[in-house]
Nanobody, 120 residues
Framework: VQLQASGGGLVQAGGSLRLSCTVSGRTFSTYARGWFRQAPGKDREIVAAITWGAGATYYADSVKGRFTISRDVAKTTMYLQMNSLKPEDTAVYYC??????????????WGQGTQVTVSS
């Protein structure tokens, strides 16, 4: 399974970005996919996740009401719509997939990161 994230960039506080993650390979083997982020000097944290079949979702408290995760099964693509961005959202964002039942993983496959920078 290979994952490719894109869509990061520089945006002012209050702005929006949409990240995309395309997945190829043995995609049928994955149960859920998620977005993680890692800010400088901090541990990587889960931001949001979605089950590929039913579309059940999970959001970290810090992004609830501002971020929306979605998927296009036909395109094997996952999205993260990020609205009302804050400087503390600045991080490298990674997409990942898991074979395990459960939105919180552990996650088995990882894409490269995409930088999101929110200026104040």
């Amino acid at each position: 399974v290979q994952l490719q994230a894109s869509g990061g960039g520089l945006v002012q506080a209050g702005g929006s970005l949409r990240l995309s993650c395309t997945v190829s390979g043995r995609t049928f083997s994955t149960y859920a996919r998620g977005w993680f982020r890692q800010a400088p000097g901090k541990d990587r944290e889960i931001v949001a996740a979605i089950t590929w079949g039913a579309g059940a979702t999970y959001y970290a408290d810090s992004v609830k009401g501002r971020f929306t995760i979605s998927r296009d099964v036909a395109k094997t693509t996952m999205y993260l719509q990020m609205n009302s961005l804050k400087p503390e959202d600045t991080a490298v964002y990674y997409c990942a997939a898991t074979k395990n039942a459960g939105l919180l993983g552990p996650y088995n496959y990882w894409g490269q990161g995409t930088q999101v920078t929110v200026s104040s």
